[in-house]
């Protein structure tokens, strides 16, 4: 079992094919945080792809946050978010005849809330996200040299891209989970932010937010695995 580098559109990304002979339930992809550290040599990720038969697809975008936002080290003229949802449909239709349907996103820290960047814009074509650890409330970090400073022109510009302002009570992803460690003071407050919005939206979803694994970090993150991948399967054959 093996992971392998691909491109897509002329963009990196990591991908793994679980060794089944039946055809794969569907595809995994998985959005890094800032650290740029996807699923390749994960064991608990791998082995959870290999459990539910679904493809891993990690796509490399270094400290580009997936916003819909263009950050020009990621590209000239289009940002993350809408390569994401141009060119990897297309990518999985033609590779492993899968509709956008059995896509399912899923995220860790930068890549959490650019999950729900994802799947809050594009509802419809990927129903179905979970976000680890999301840092939702990016909009805190500006000023403090991240890349941010280079893609938003200032705090307020960041806040109105954040992905709780991009949820739209009439069209959001039909399958949500979201997972924060409690002990995560870099991100619990955004998510719980965003649960209450749902909430007093009407929006169905699950979420997790009792599980310790030391706040923050793969350490969490890789606990998080089965959880996050057994509600993709399950999601995704419903889809």
């Known amino acids: 079992m093996s992971w392998s580098k691909i491109e897509i559109a002329g963009k990196p990304a990591d991908v793994f094919t679980p060794p089944s002979e039946t055809a794969p339930v569907g595809v995994v992809l998985f959005l890094h945080g800032y ?24 796509p490399i975008g270094p400290h580009c946050w997936w916003t819909d936002a263009v950050y020009e080290l990621f590209d000239a003229k289009l ?14 239709q033609q590779q492993w005849r899968l ?16 999950a729900l960047q994802l799947a809050y814009r594009h509802a419809r074509k990927f129903p179905t996200v979970v976000a680890i650890s999301p840092k939702i409330d990016f909009d805190t970090w500006w000023g403090h040299g991240t890349t941010l400073d280079i893609i938003f022109p200032d705090r307020e510009a960041a806040r109105q891209r954040t992905a709780t302002l991009h949820l739209h009570p009439l069209n959001y992803p039909k399958h949500q989970l979201l997972l924060c460690d409690p002990a995560d003071h870099y991100c619990f407050d955004g998510v719980l932010t965003l649960a209450s919005k749902l909430s007093s939206t009407g929006i169905t979803f699950e979420e997790d937010f009792q599980t310790t694994h030391g706040g923050y970090g793969w350490n969490y993150a890789s606990a998080m695995a089965p959880r996050a991948i057994s509600f993709i399967a399950s999601k995704l054959v419903e889809c």
């Open 35 to 58: 650290d740029g550290v996807t699923l390749v040599d994960n064991e608990a990720y791998t082995g959870e792809l290999v459990k539910h038969n679904l493809i891993g697809l990690c």
């Open 79 to 92: 940002s993350p978010i809408d390569f994401l949802a141009q060119h990897v449909p297309s990518f999985c």
């Open 99 to 114: 509709e956008p349907s059995k896509i399912a996103v899923c995220g860790v820290e930068m890549g959490g809330q650019g």
